[in-house]
């Protein structure tokens, strides 16, 4: 076998592998002479062909079968004679394939680009450090009730953030248009279900009070006769209803799973869970840091090939997501462009390359405890968190993801030793507000 290799441009690669005719004529002899004993043909007794008949009905299709073959197995041959790592699959062109010639073919592909992770000292990482103080755990009992909070009709005038029931009727020029009128339609106040200016009138408003809301459609309304139209609305309000919040004692304690009913229970509960989604929320704050210095530090020459890969990858994400949404019916989702992922998808070609450049250099291996301690985070958010980490612990294919994102917190702890660090006090509303 006999290899060229030449550099086209950027880190396109083209082999031009030359195999000798003996051994491609000796494999195809070698095959038509099974194919003699295996094949029926009128005239001949069964395992009696000869190898002649054969040659002139399938030589032509074991030639070819046999060409195939010995791309595919003198182009690894080759990039492992070369040294060379392709990022994709190649694209094989055949030059010559003749009985008695020698076999010459080439193969087009793209190469890993030569990845060097510098000015690493440059990344400037703001790192929060956030206590949770009690008037954090009161806003978030506070977020609890109202979750869990009843409507009950009031007698008093209408606030911003009541529900009320109400009967209306639209006009434009005094002429009642379709869509414009309801009876008893429930409308909770403060959420812009409806278009600007309908609520205003409402608010102030008691039971048994009638008010005009004098709104225009917008521009963009979906209904086209209305774009854009001056419209008017009688509104009678039928009934205020106001939030009920339930008090912070035993039954509420037990809707959250502290069977004894014991609030300083549900409050420990409450603070444990409120620690555990802070530290997961600094770890991300930090990381996203930590992965956007780098790649404004690094820029790399991607393969397209891997871009490829990515895009089709995230395409396959948000077509699985739409069909959650859908109830699983894709059936007339159209292929979403290639151009809605480029940007994301070269992104995480990127951070890939770096963070394996990382772990190469730094010689890292997956640790242990920092698998289990993920596998811990992550049960911890279920009813019964030992059968989930048992569920992972005899997944395969879970335990390599989460052996693939502990090596790259590793990684990111190692940039993150070398980066350029400040620490800066934040209050835990400002952090997961941020973060929502």
């Not at 083209?14 to 070698?30: C, F, G, H, M, Y």
């Not at 956030?130 to 008093?156: F, S």
């Not at 397209?304 to 396959?316: C, G, W």
């Not at 890939?352 to 990382?358: A, P």
Request: proline fraction near 3%.
């Amino acid at each position: 076998m006999q290899v060229s290799v030449e550099t086209t441009q950027g880190l396109e690669r083209r082999l031009t592998i030359t195999v000798p005719a003996e051994s491609i004529d000796s494999q195809v002899k070698s095959r038509l002479q099974q194919l003699a004993k295996t094949q029926r043909i009128n005239g001949f007794r069964p395992g009696k062909v000869p190898v002649s008949v054969i040659k002139k009905r399938y030589g032509q299709a074991v030639r070819q079968e046999i060409a195939g073959e010995a791309m595919q197995r003198n182009f690894y041959e080759a990039i492992v004679q070369e040294k060379i790592t392709p990022a994709g699959m190649p694209n094989f062109e055949m030059k010559t394939d003749v009985d008695g010639q020698d076999l010459e073919f080439v193969a087009a592909f793209e190469v890993y680009p030569e990845v060097e992770v510098k000015d690493v000292e440059k990344i400037e990482v703001e790192k929060p450090v956030v206590e949770i103080t009690d008037a954090d755990l009161e806003t978030m009992m506070e977020t609890l009730r109202k979750q869990h909070a009843t409507w009950k009709e009031v007698k008093r005038k209408c606030k911003k953030d009541d529900r009320v029931t109400v009967d209306f009727v639209g006009t434009i020029d005094g002429e009642e248009f379709e869509g414009g009128k309801a009876e008893n339609f429930e409308l909770e106040m403060g959420k812009d279900r409806m278009i600007p200016g309908f609520e205003k009138p409402i608010v102030g408003a008691k039971a048994g009070d009638e008010v005009v809301a004098d709104v225009t459609f917008p521009e963009d309304y979906h209904a086209e006769a209305l774009k854009g139209k001056e419209a008017q609305f009688k509104i009678t309000v039928n009934k205020v209803e106001g939030l009920s919040l339930p008090k912070v004692d035993e039954e509420f304690a037990k809707l959250f799973g502290v069977e004894d009913g014991d609030v300083e229970a549900l409050n420990t509960e409450v603070r444990k869970n409120m620690q555990r989604e802070l530290e997961q929320t600094l770890k991300a704050n930090v990381k996203e840091q930590v992965i956007e210095g780098l790649l404004a530090n690094n820029e790399l020459e991607l393969p397209k090939a891997l871009v490829d890969q990515e895009i089709n990858a995230l395409r396959e994400q948000a077509k699985q997501r739409f069909s959650q949404q859908q109830g699983g019916n894709v059936d007339n989702l159209p292929e979403l462009p290639a151009d809605l992922f480029q940007e994301n998808a070269r992104k995480r070609v990127s951070i890939g390359l770096l963070l394996g450049e990382v772990i190469k250099t730094e010689e890292l291996k997956v640790d242990s405890a920092k698998v289990d301690a993920l596998i811990e985070t992550a049960a911890s958010a279920y009813e019964d968190p030992q059968e989930v980490i048992e569920y992972y612990k005899t997944n395969d294919e879970l335990m390599q993801q989460m052996q693939n994102v502990a090596l790259e917190e590793q990684a990111v702890e190692v940039l993150l030793s070398k980066a350029n660090v400040k620490e800066v006090t934040k209050a835990f509303d400002e952090i997961m507000n941020k973060q929502a």
